[in-house]
């Protein structure tokens, strides 16, 4: 069990450090993305988020919180288009009403973040 646990943390470290790299150098893989339940048994449920158009998962979530965090990050391709949306009537002043709103910088931040930008 040691041994598989091993294995799983060095392949995880690997996907992390590819994640990381890659967000730094190019866009994420187009939307919309899906989620879709793995066949594991109930105590230890896993997840697969997968683009359309694609036949393989590229990205596995397992935990105790496993589907809402699936279902977050496979949302996360249309909530960064309405977030830059919203950036975008607000930089306009097309959208009056978000004017001076404070939250805009976290917004922006977390637009920098999901692009790999310096927040």
Known sequence: MRARQAVN???NDK???ISEMTMKTKPHTPGP???ITHATPEYAPQ?????????FDFGIIRGADAKANARLIAAAPDLLFIAKRI????????LPLLRGW????GLKSAIARAEGREA
Do not use: P, V
């Open 33 to 35: 993305w899906n989620m």
């Open 47 to 55: 997840f697969g988020i997968y683009a359309d158009g694609q036949q």
């Open 102 to 105: 404070q939250e805009l910088g």
């Open 87 to 94: 950036d975008e009537l607000a930089e306009s002043g097309d």
């Open 9 to 11: 943390k060095q392949q």
């Open 15 to 17: 996907n992390k450090n």
